[in-house]
């Protein structure tokens, strides 16, 4: 089955400074690449994901990029702010397969 | 956006006693819907699919007949622990597929989870 990787598992950056996180998997087939967000004690917010029909996406601050034959996949955050603090997690599906998460990146954003 | 509502947000509930978690999609009919389960500083861990009017899907290792899941509707799904014990508290989180979207792919929203403590 689908496996999931992700790094790093902590991120701190200044405030402004950008932040990568990097995800592989391993199921070729996997054709839905989402990112997720984590506040302290609430559900996973969806804040961006890309289909493997494209390399790249983006949503203002926010873009994601995805390596089909390398099989791995960023999420790309500009001009960070500590409300960008929070936990992110990546997920790779196939088709309407369930999702399988990556283990998560802490992201610490000082002022 | 889609919205998926879960309720009770914390319940805490006596030993051998059963719980029952509500999860609701609001803004769209959801024909699918997960049901997981989160650990301190860990990753989601899947528990089981829910699909409306069958059986639901467990995942291996999860006791179905401790972890109720009952998906009568296409907005509504509940999980019930049943006879409870401490090691059962946890945070459950809930997600529905937009079936929308099921042309471009797999959306899926969370819900915004319900902590569960168990004295």
Redesign the interface.
Known sequence: GENVEQHPSTLSVQEGDSAVIKCTYSDSAS??F?W?KQEL??????II?I?SNVGEKKDQRIAVTLNKTAKHFSLHITETQPEDSAVY?CAA?T?????V????TRLLVSP | ?AV?S?HPSRVICKSGTSVKIECRSLDFQAT?M?WYRQFPK???M?MA?SNEGSKATYEQGVEKDKFLINHASLTLSTLTVTSAHPEDSS?Y?C?A?DPDR?S??????????S?LTVV
Do not use: A, C, H, M
């Not at chain 1, 998460?101 to 998560?104: A, E, N, R, V």
């Open positions: 054709n839905y989402p997720y004690g609430k559900g996973p917010q969806l994901d289909r997690f599906s088709g309407f397969q369930k999702l998460f990556g283990t998560g | 956006g998926v879960q699918t997960f860990k990753s989601l899947l699919t945070f989180i997600s597929r099921l471009s792919g797999n959306t899926i929203y969370f819900g915004e989870g902590w």
